[in-house]
């Protein structure tokens, strides 16, 4: 993937915003004084009139965008993952979760891919959390066609959504000729028969490259892009653990109450398989380039062949 084009999601999410803007006059863009890293500076060029610099208060930003969407705006409220998820988490929950809200929550930063904003900055609990919080959509978008689709969708859909991005690079993997997004539906990206690889966001490039690689070694995977992390697909992981008999998670989170929790849940209940999670194993992460710290925490393609061939081999 050497000579794919790479864009950072959140590149992606800023773009997205303004280009949907004149097509949605109630649309209105909160930020927690980041709009240069989260992006979202590129709406407020485009629309400074419908721009709201918050300042370092994220808390208070859930309840403002609480308010506007009362007044039938649709607020993106914008910060780092580990200060809208973490931070903020009791005024999501209070002032837009439990009275079902329609604001959008857009989480930059995500990850151990922040690099050397070090353990305090690599918000790895964000999809956990995200999860508990009754009807939060969370979406976790794996390149910059998923992640501009993914906001649109966000627009148009009437409730609270999480937006998780990313600060590094991910490889462009779409067509946007063909591609189509639609809320709490999976993509298989390659079929399988042997085992099941289930990837979401940054780490959907290192499965599709696993899956690659392990054909040369003839072992038949079966690669899924879970974008909804909920409502999570459950026919499609259903259907996959009847087909493949195992199955493993990759994503850049802990593997506690992230994707691979959602899919244990689900395979647990209907078709019990042995569901192997990879991810960030229930420890904090440390200052370092991204890609270093990616390979360092193993989540590369090699990593996610080596657990499929130990899998297949019990």
């Known amino acids: 993937m050497a000579d794919t084009v790479k864009i950072a999601t959140r590149e992606s999410y800023g773009k997205a915003l303004a280009e949907l803007a004149p097509q949605y006059p109630n649309l209105v863009v909160l930020d927690a004084d980041l709009a240069g890293a989260t992006k ?7 629309c400074p009139e419908r721009f709201i610099d918050c300042g370092i208060a994220e808390g208070n930003m859930m309840g403002i965008a609480a308010g506007l969407s009362t007044c039938g705006m649709i607020p993106f409220a914008s910060s780092f993952a580990m200060f809208a998820a973490g931070r903020a988490f009791e005024q999501i929950r209070n002032s837009i979760g439990y009275p079902r809200n329609n604001v959008k929550i857009g989480a ?25 919080i009754p009807g939060m959509v969370i979406i976790n978008p794996c390149d910059d066609i998923e992640a501009r689709a993914a906001v ?6 009437v409730g609270p959504v999480y937006l998780r991005f990313g600060r590094m690079a991910a490889p462009v993997l779409n067509n946007p000729e063909n591609y189509h997004f639609e809320l709490g539906k999976g993509i298989t990206l390659k079929d399988g028969n042997d085992i099941t690889i289930v990837a979401t966001g940054l780490m ?9 690689l392990l054909e040369q070694k003839g ?31 990759i994503e850049e989170h802990s593997v506690i109450g992230g994707l691979g929790s959602a899919v244990a849940d689900v395979v647990c209940a209907s078709c019990p398989v042995p569901v192997i999670k990879m991810g960030v194993q229930d420890v904090f992460g440390y200052s370092g380039p991204g890609g270093d710290l990616i390979t360092k925490f ?14 297949l081999s019990k």
């Open 204 to 212: 959907v490039a290192e499965a599709v490259e696993a899956g690659q």
């Open 40 to 46: 979202t500076a590129t709406f407020q060029k485009a």
């Open 298 to 311: 193993g989540l590369r393609a090699a990593n996610i062949v080596e657990t499929a061939e130990k899998a």
């Open 108 to 132: 930059t930063h995500a990850g151990i891919s922040v690099g050397e904003d070090g353990a305090t900055h690599q918000c790895c609990e964000d999809i956990a959390l995200m999860r508990t």
């Open 219 to 249: 072992i038949s995977a079966r690669v899924i892009n879970i974008h909804t992390i909920k409502p999570l697909d459950e026919e499609l992981i259903i259907n996959a653990a009847k087909e493949t008999g195992k199955i493993i998670t």
């Open 152 to 157: 649109k969708a966000a627009v148009e859909y």
